[in-house]
């Protein structure tokens, strides 16, 4: 009762969907602080037979997640580039680009306080990584001061999306990559994809639904999830902390399984 609650709330007001959220995620980063939980998205199982991308011992167990992040920058140089993450979470898709990828700078944005502490203190001896407390409505950086912008799995908290594009373009250089991936229904993803195509000032690269290897990895990944959850997450919030990780049976995994929701990932640059 308590999830339908908050989904038709997040529904319908604006207002209460980022109010929600920066509470949810203000929670987590307060009560569970374990260095070793360091991603949140649903991740990316590839095609059978796919070459796996070779990764060490410290990223290895977050395969899944780190693929996610892959598919959602791969065809764009991050290599010395300044890059900007909006909505950073716990910072691991952040440390993993930092480290993998070369950036000149990578900094990670996120409106959680409590997150932001927690990355600073489990990530702060990457010396390319930075971490900023800011609202992906009213970003904390200077006018075209980003070559790449990085949005994986956050806008939905949003609650004015178009307010998040203009600063995408605001901060963003000319013939700079917006990397963008998220899920929404299916009717709302069709909205937003005209939007994407229509966005003033940007050539649409790529858009491409990756709803099944979504749900694909949170079927790889599900037993996982449940011991860690048992593990780390206090046990009156393990039942939606298990709706939130997209666990098998609950409602977020059964409307990605149904396609009522669907995961898309899109490429954008900058004119």
């Known amino acids: 009762m308590l999830i339908k609650i908050a989904v038709t709330a997040l529904d319908k007001s604006p207002f209460l969907r980022r109010l929600l959220w920066r509470w949810w995620y203000g929670r987590l980063a307060k009560k569970c602080t374990q260095p070793s939980w360091t991603f949140m998205n649903y991740g990316y199982e590839p095609e059978s037979g796919s070459a796996p991308i070779p990764l060490d011992s410290e990223h290895e167990a977050d395969r899944l997640c780190i693929q996610l992040y892959e598919q959602v920058v791969g065809k764009v140089d991050l290599e010395g580039r300044d890059v900007l993450e909006v909505g950073s979470g716990r910072g691991g898709g952040a440390r993993y680009l930092a480290l993998a990828h070369r950036p000149t700078s990578y900094t990670g944005v996120d409106f959680s306080k409590g997150a932001i502490k927690l990355c600073r203190r489990t990530h702060g001896e990457v010396a390319n990584l930075a971490f900023l407390t800011g609202d992906a409505e009213d970003l904390p950086l200077d006018e075209a001061s980003c070559d790449v912008v990085i949005n994986v799995e956050s806008s939905h908290c949003y609650g004015n999306i178009d307010k998040f594009f203009r600063e995408v373009t605001r901060v963003l250089r000319p013939n700079g990559y917006f990397a963008y991936a998220d899920f929404r229904s299916a009717d709302e993803m069709k909205e937003l994809a005209v939007t994407l195509a229509a966005l003033p000032g940007y050539r649409l690269i790529e858009s491409v639904d990756i709803t099944a290897k979504v749900v694909a990895a949170l079927a790889s990944d599900d037993a996982r999830k449940r011991q860690l959850i048992q593990e780390i997450v206090p046990s009156r919030l393990r039942h939606i902390f298990g709706e939130f990780a997209g666990l098998s049976g609950g409602r977020m995994h059964t ?17």
């Open 255 to 271: 409307n990605l399984q149904d396609r009522e929701m669907v995961y898309h990932r899109f490429l954008l640059q900058k004119h």
